[in-house]
């Protein structure tokens, strides 16, 4: 159960988050509602997520399944529907798991990854499309997920013929050492290739809490941020 205080931290943090976005695009002459806001929940109670779609916080991201599965069912249980953003690298077994409850996938970095998560959707219980992002590696090092720039297009040719994916556009975060306006500009270049594939694929999902006013500037129209609305999260085992 989340107490009075906890409520009213996670409202005032959650309006000066919105603020810093509405910012963001004000600054790079775009309208707020052009920018979607994804509150990153991982490694906080299913109270917090909860707490933040009854306050009006539709979008939540997660990136480990391990968490995310339970907490997507408890909210479920309680009646609560947020719309389920899976943003964090993800192995093949665990894709049955993830489309049971994520509306998105942000890292769909490879052609086996789309398939095994097509497959899984067709034999999932909710009867709907999984939206799919390809997570881009825009320094070619794909330790930390991302297909590399040469195998953009063709994972993207990939997603979209499968049946129960849509392509929906392109994710990245910027690589240690890089400006983020250099790796944001970068990341729009590989929107574009995408958008040759399919032109509705418009979405680029990028920025997270130190550089989503650089993310917005180069065109991003998601912004996952997490302590910014939560806090500071412990540290992870």
């Known amino acids: 159960m989340t107490t009075d205080a906890r409520r009213t931290e ?30 990153v929940t991982k490694t906080f109670p299913a109270a917090d997520a909860a707490t933040l779609t009854e306050l009006g916080q539709a979008d939540l991201g997660e990136n ?13 249980a309680l009646g609560l529907e947020p719309v389920w953003h899976f943003v964090g690298q993800l192995q093949r077994n665990k894709a049955r798991s993830v489309a049971e409850y994520a509306h998105w996938v942000h ?69 240690l050492g890089w400006e983020p306006a250099k790796a944001f500009a970068l990341l729009n270049e590989c929107s574009e290739l995408v958008r040759r594939v399919d032109p509705a694929a418009v979405e680029i999902s990028a920025g997270m809490s130190g550089d989503f006013r650089e993310a917005v500037a180069c065109g991003a129209t998601m912004v996952r941020l997490g302590r910014n609305v939560l806090g500071e999260r412990e540290a992870m085992a």
């Open 107 to 175: 890292s769909v970095d490879r052609a086996r990854l789309a398939t095994a998560l097509d497959a899984a959707v067709a034999v999932s219980s909710h009867g709907r499309n999984l939206n799919a992002l390809i997570q881009v590696s825009l320094d070619g090092d794909t330790a930390r997920g991302g297909a590399t720039l040469a195998e953009v297009e063709a994972l993207a040719e990939h997603i979209a013929a499968a049946r129960f994916l849509d392509l929906k556009g392109v994710m990245a975060v910027a690589p």
């Open 64 to 76: 480990r399944d391990q968490e995310a599965a339970p907490k997507a069912a408890e909210l479920a």
């Open 10 to 39: 996670l409202q005032d943090n959650l309006n000066r988050t919105r603020e810093a976005v509405a910012a963001a695009c004000a600054a790079a002459g775009r309208t707020p509602g052009s920018v979607r806001l994804i509150a």
